[in-house]
């Protein structure tokens, strides 16, 4: 069975400072990784994934994710968080077994400050 | 940008009745899901569709529900006796492909309440 851990329920940042999301999971075989952020009253919109190559990639609104296989993790990062950026950010995997069914996280509330 | 869309926002119903969860899917979209989220949870997969097949279910995913593509557009999810605990936020998805590195494409959800 796969899942997924978000430690932190929620991450303060003052605008114009780099944010970190983290994320870390389980899953038999290699995994495809998703973030997705959701604001009041919305579905979950896609920010990035990855699926196989550069362990960096890139995402929506200059949001970028790091891969790193050893200690199966995936956190979100941004150079510079905007008041904006202020959301519910859920990380979530599938295994690449065929399966296509996403197992989230509990998600992370992200306040930026002005 | 297309996108999914989900009717109604919010429904209310009294506990043992039957409700009806409706989206409309992004239309070359091939591959449909439910999710839901209790309320403070996680957003849990509930079963997904292809081909007017259910393609995978969890265990969540019990006899009380039924999912249905009843014409070319919509795709139902159906509760059949609501009880208390399924008062949550159900989120529709879809892919255009079928593939777990597909990124799933969500509605705004809707919102039941259980009473």
């Known amino acids: 069975a796969q899942s997924v851990a978000q430690p932190e329920d929620q991450v303060n940042v003052a605008e114009g400072n780099p944010l970190t999301v983290k994320c870390t999971y389980s899953?038999?075989?290699?995994?495809?990784l998703f973030w997705y952020v959701q604001y009041p009253n919305r579905g979950l919109q896609f920010l990035l994934k990855?699926?196989?190559?550069?362990?960096l990639v890139k995402g929506s609104y200059g949001f970028e994710a790091e891969f790193n296989k050893s200690q199966t993790s995936f956190h979100l990062k941004k150079p510079s968080a905007l008041v904006s950026d202020s959301a519910l950010y859920f990380c979530?995997?599938?295994?690449?077994?065929?399966?296509?069914?996403?197992?989230f996280g509990s998600g992370t509330r992200l306040q930026v400050q002005p | 940008e297309p996108e999914v869309t989900q009717t109604p926002s919010h429904q209310v119903t009294q506990m043992g009745q039957e409700v009806i969860l409706r989206c409309v899917p992004i239309?070359?979209?091939?591959?449909f899901y439910w999710y839901r989220q209790i309320l403070g949870q996680k957003v849990e997969f509930l079963v997904s569709?292809?081909?007017?097949?259910?393609?995978?279910k969890s265990e969540i995913f019990d006899d009380q529900f039924s999912v249905e593509r009843p014409d070319g557009s919509n795709f139902t999810l159906k509760i059949r006796s609501t009880k208390l605990e399924d008062s949550a936020m159900y989120f529709c998805?879809?892919?255009?492909?079928?593939?777990?590195?597909?990124?799933?494409?969500f509605g705004d959800g809707t919102r039941l309440s259980i009473l």
């Open positions: 998805a879809s892919t255009e492909e079928g593939g777990g590195n597909q990124p799933q494409h």
């Open positions: 899953v038999s075989g290699n995994p495809y």
């Open positions: 990855y699926i196989t190559g550069d362990n």
């Open positions: 979530a995997v599938s295994p690449d077994t065929g399966r296509r069914a996403l197992t």
């Open positions: 239309s070359n979209h091939l591959y």
């Open positions: 569709f292809y081909n007017n097949e259910i393609s995978e």
